[in-house]
């Protein structure tokens, strides 16, 4: 058996990084700030992957694949966005035995190499709207890696559109962010919070960014994915061009979206608890385990019998018999627990002899006897109020984090343990200031309750949210 | 419209050129040797994927992910295994604005990687078998690029599996062997032939390689894909050990098998004719298109309620009505030939007036009315004949294809039409003289009917196929 975990409520990065390990998420591997997936943790991922997958093509996206390696030049095409992640880039200088005559990048994002290929498909409004994604690797060296929240390789989908008009790109933009949204709060049960990020945070090249944050348990944000208006600069400097209906040429604007393997860290940091993972039903590889319990083979042809009869009525749900003879019910208990499964069905002889079996959630909420004939349907209702319980308890939370702060002093004397909504002026030199304080502005929102900037006299300032962040 | 295509019994290599690009299933890209892969051809990955990724997962294995970036050192740990690849390896020397102490190699495969966190992961009998998949991209370095068939950067799922013992390992080269020829043959209409690889060809630190081949129309060999046995140098390189069952250390015995991005071009290859591609039902994006044919806005009403009514009796197929306002039908055809897809179901009034649809298929078989009522049950009975229709045609043409010579001198006089079957001494002597005239031992079978070799006087030879390749 594992080491136990250490508190979580005491000690978060401490148990983050151990419970990665102990559920076999991931582990460690011999090439700086990357991780290997272990198939636990890839299962949540693919999870998370076939729903985003739908949801992008059921809104009329296609998925294509474009090569991993740029030419160095293309990022000098566009000029903020090379300053910004030119820190970050690993180069290919040698291949096929050779010096290269061009350095190429593995991509640390993929609009120059998509923009460049746009420019060779886009001729006419009748090309209009190209609406590509890309599920790929994509590497940024990074200095400070942490399992899934930041990694030097990761994993993600990237969404490029191109557009006749500003209008439809900046609806685009917003309905992808809708997209990830739906899939934090619906399926992950993660609450979010959605709005623009200030011009310190935006995406290099970017008109407009917008993100969506998750707050974890020590009130720290999570940028869990982003959506950039891009409007006409990568256009511009791929010479990506069309003639519209009028017959000019005009140039398209463009956006870009994605969401990475983050989502799984941010799943593991915001349910978690002292037993380890909890993971909501919709993500959760194993939905239901089913523990059967005997002693005799007498009993253990009875057990397995229920056990199977049950699975068998929940086709539609992901359901595991745990048949392994090494281990005792006590330690297939922890097992699954450690692992976030929602639900757990225990199955031995004396509940049998009154016609029943144990049911148990892993939040801790219940532990009952269900009859065998009624046990399909306890736990499909069961795992709906699991999921919404889930999110709930997470919103809660994040509310009573959330609080109201004008000034500086204040809202650095919560840090710890807070994130703040305030005024902000949208200066760089006021946003500059938080990182002082290991603080930054998470999103500006759609309001103006405060009136005043945080850090100067400045009326009219916009609502943001300020926090620390991973 | 598209240029016409070149003649494919004239001109396959300029045939196939063309039609990836008419297609759009990929499109150069400004990166030496790779391809953009566009949508439809991204589709057809996706439904290879989906059917093979069932297939391993039902076998028992599990997916993970291991990073892009692998230390040069762990190349040099297994001598055969760096003097294969080192030749077509792509290096990362600079990363994060800095020179790297060690290269960075982007992984060409990913034994030494996945061996070494093997040896991590492994400690004793109870963690065998270890059977873990990874659909991934890799590198290597191309001169002769050519779209899907061989390209630097390719995708494809690589199965890395260790054992207790020889005779499980070899089981598992052999089932994944089996899975894969299923894959071909039974999906993608490929006949393929399987056997063992010489020495020659076999993969670098491999005991055993298996080899599924297909084979062109132009009688070129396309190796399909491979499957590994291992044996333990790679568990000896890495220092992979386990406490077996009686206590003592043991080294596992281990398989690696990998199909790829190719097979999308032995699809195109092997099936096309001049009007395009030619889709077996089960792999097509597309199986069924409606081409909805008026004139007026109430014939158009009409035709579409029929269209809408038969896609909504095929939930389980994929049926695409062409809307496209912009085309006429003729247009719709030829596009819709063009990308292979099996059946089209033209609705226009002239047959509406008689309760009647027209139905074709890609084949070319058959042009024939069938009334509404009964469309849905004559489409679903065409595409699995289409299915087998296909699959046999390939085969015929490959058993004429496929003769039998027994000397070099005889080989080589058929090898611009035909792949030939010979007795081959094992000898890396002879095999090499057959480099000379382009050809090579696609592999190797577990018959004995010549007695002597094609090159030498050697008795007792195996029969071999030797054929020029892809």
Known sequence: MSQKLPDITKNLPEWYQEIIYQAELADQSPVRGCIVIRPYGNDIWESIKGILDKKIKDSGHKNAIFP???????????????????????IVTHAGGKLLAEPLVVRPTSETMVHYMFAQWIRSWRDLPLK?????????WEMRPRAFLRTTEFFWQEGHTAHATHQEASDEALLMLGHYK??????????????????GEKFPGADITYTFEGFMPDAKALQMGTSHMLSQSFAHAFEMKFQDKEGKVAYPFLTSWGATTRLVGALVMT????????????????QIVIVPIYKTEEDKALVMAVAEKIKAQLPELRVLIDTDDQKTPGNKFYHWELRGVPVRIEIGPRDLANNQVTVA???????????VDEVASYTK???ISIQ?????????????????????????AVKETNMVT??????????????????????LLDETTFGTCFNCDTKNASDCIVARSY
């Open 68 to 90: 991993l390696l740029i030419p160095e030049s293309f990022f000098k095409k566009e000029a903020q966005h090379v300053e910004g992640f030119a820190p970050e880039l690993a």
């Open 132 to 140: 590509i994604n890309q599920w790929a690797n994509v590497v940024r």
């Open 381 to 383: 209702e069961q795992l």
């Open 422 to 443: 305030t005024g902000f002026c949208g200066a760089r030199a006021c946003e500059a200031v938080l990182k002082q304080h290991t603080l930054s502005i998470r999103c």
């Open 388 to 412: 919404k319980t889930m999110f709930y308890k997470a919103l809660d939370r994040q509310k009573a984090q959330m609080v109201r702060k004008e000034t500086l002093e204040d809202i650095v």
């Open 182 to 199: 739906d899939l934090a709060e619906n399926y992950l049960a993660i609450p979010v919070i959605t709005g623009r990020k200030s011009e």
């Open 271 to 286: 349910h978690g608890d002292n037993k380890g993972l909890v993971l909501p039903p919709k993500i959760a590889p194993i």
């Open 361 to 371: 959630d892993r939040l801790g909420i219940a532990k009952t006897q269900v009859l």
